[in-house]
């Protein structure tokens, strides 16, 4: 059957050079970032550095904070690359601890920026920031879920999504000061959390293992 169409054109495909110049002009940023700090970066310094016209950087992000949105996207897309054999059979916990951490592994690279890339969406003078932020955090607790392979539903899912972006908020917030080897003590926090050490999240994350349903298998009613 063919497919049905609308009267809505395709958007065209992006070019490698695209994707490429996309890449250096966060890249540039980011290393900019480490030796003037965030608040520092300035968009035409950036373009001088790439040797390109300001108006090339300004036609790919129309500010700094959307760098950091394209820098934060790379993290949700490195925890959503194949996970490791046997994950399936991991309880839920493991699953989402997994997730969490490959999360946070992928922004180690420039940890302090980071920090300084949220503080600077959350500044009193930034309100513009403030909204995109939310939905940007209910977007990461969604993919977190999808990665962790979570399938509850209704006021669980609610419950779990409320417990999800606590705890992501409480982790990150360890994260950013965290300067021991390896992370490690990010990891002992969201272990402790997951396994019950925390109220707020850890017992509404526990439940039993439920082996992800097959295509073939019909919805729990």
């Known amino acids: 059957m063919a497919r049905r169409t609308t009267g809505t054109p395709a958007a065209p495909a992006r070019s490698h050079a695209a994707d490429d110049l996309d890449h250096r002009i966060v890249e540039e940023t980011l290393a900019l970032a480490e030796q003037v700090g965030w608040e520092g970066v300035r968009l035409h310094t950036v373009a001088e550095r790439l040797d390109i016209p300001l108006n ?20 949700v897309a490195a925890m959503l690359a194949p996970m ?26 420039h940890r302090g920026v980071t920090a300084a890339m949220i503080a600077a969406k959350l500044w009193p003078g ?55 080897e390896g992370q490690d003590r990010t990891r002992r926090f969201l272990r402790r959390s997951l396994v019950g050490g925390s109220r707020c999240y850890g017992r509404l994350l526990r439940r039993r293992h439920i082996e992800p349903r097959r295509d073939d298998e019909p919805a729990a009613a």
């Open 56 to 75: 090339a950087l300004a036609n790919r992000y129309r500010d700094l904070d959307a760098i950091a949105d394209a820098w934060l996207r790379r993290s």
């Open 126 to 180: 930034h309100p513009h920031h403030w909204v995109p932020l939310v939905f940007n955090l209910s977007r990461t607790v969604h993919w977190i879920r999808e990665a962790a392979l979570l399938d509850a539903r209704g006021v669980r899912r609610q419950m779990e999504e409320v417990a999800l972006t606590a705890l992501l908020v409480a982790t990150f917030a360890v994260w950013c000061r965290d300067r021991s």
């Open 84 to 109: 490791p054999a046997g994950f399936v059979e991991q309880p839920p916990n493991e699953r989402i601890e997994t997730a969490i951490v490959r999360f946070l592994d992928a922004l180690a690279p």
